[in-house]
């Protein structure tokens, strides 16, 4: 009796499924993406140990100090006593209420300039009393 | 002769779908920035809130502009903070921890304070008005 010979088995992947999976990844990024939308000013944050990570960056309102005294939120420049209006705008958007200010200071800022920061937050109050200062990670 | 008329069959390529998807992917890939904000939480206080706390729960912490510390009227190193206030909150859980900066304190003293403070687990942290 002769033994058939045994056809050729072609071993492929099955790359059926694999736009699927590629569309979900694609998916993903999609939805986490978020265009960088201000650049801020140049900023040397402090350092810090007991660090928390924010979580979002849709309801977070950014202000930059730099050492020179500039203030700046959403990439324009602003006096001390118009954070109030701006900040108070923010917290009453009907689309993306803000819940917290990320302060984005330079270490080498007066904490008087800080002060008056938070004091213009402390006008407005309810979540722009939320606030958050941006550091480094310490390196130890 | 007749002629055979064959059924073709109408089918959309997609062998060429997953090389789009990845470049759709790779495009995302490349533009998302994952530089997580992070940083020391605090809620500031309510204009014109003001609690009397008995003089016993509070822990004063005086920062001058020279960035040198006291706390509770003696001159403590920024090193020491963590330790000293943990066993004060050890004695006393209710203290409050009352930071007081003066003007021209520099920010990065201040972070470094509250970030002693966080260490040593402090639930309670205020911020006075500095000195002018």
Redesign the interface.
Known sequence: MEFKRKADVTAGIP?AS??DI??M??IF??V?????ESSGLPVV??????????QG?RN?A?IWADRSGNISIDDRLVEVNSIRNLVYNKVADPLHPMK?V?LR????????N??DI??E???V?GTA???????R??AD | MALEKRKKEVEIPTSSLADIAFLLLVFFLVTTTVDVDKGLSLVLPEKGQETKVRQKNIASLLINAGGQIMLNEEPVELRQIKDRVRLMLQENPLLILSVKTDRNTRYDVYVDVIDQLKQANAPRISIAEPES
């Open positions: 790359t694999l736009p590629v569309f990844l694609l990024f999609m986490s993406t978020v265009f960088k944050l402090p350092d810090a140990r007991k660090i928390e990570k924010l960056k977070i950014v917290l990320s200071i330079d270490k080498e800022v007066k904490m008087g800080v002060t938070q004091e937050l402390r006008e109050g009393l939320n606030i958050n200062y941006s550091t990670t310490a």
